[in-house]
Nanobody, 119 residues
């Protein structure tokens, strides 16, 4: 069984920084793309950033030049460094990964971590 566990959310003032982490565990043979999504109250879940196993990245326009996604393949962990945070970044942030286990490929989600940015 595969689990994704996020950490690093919290309350921060506008202009501040936070670093989110997401560690995958279980019977993992390979992790393909990993990403971060967020969902604010009353809004749809949206992609924030994604990274392939080779390190290629893409970002939502709203976070470009402020957020950086990275991963440590040896630790099965993905990170999201968030700088110059704005109140509109307030949301629950979810980790996502495409993981290959013994004979199966599936998409897994973490439980979410809350990020609140005060003005």
């Amino acid at each position: 069984q595969v689990q994704l566990v996020e950490s690093g959310g919290g309350l921060v003032q506008a202009g501040g920084s936070l670093r989110l982490s997401c560690a995958a565990s279980g019977s993992i043979r390979r992790i393909n793309a990993m990403g971060w999504y967020r969902q604010a109250p009353g809004k749809q879940r949206e992609l924030v950033a994604a990274i392939t196993s080779g390190g290629s990245t893409n970002y939502a326009d709203s976070v470009k030049d402020r957020f950086t996604i990275s991963r440590d393949n040896a630790k099965n962990t993905v990170y999201l460094q968030m700088n110059t945070l704005k109140p509109e970044d307030t949301a629950a942030y979810y980790c996502n990964a495409e993981i290959i286990t013994a004979g199966c490929r599936g998409v897994y989600w973490g439980q979410g971590t809350q990020v609140t940015v005060s003005s």
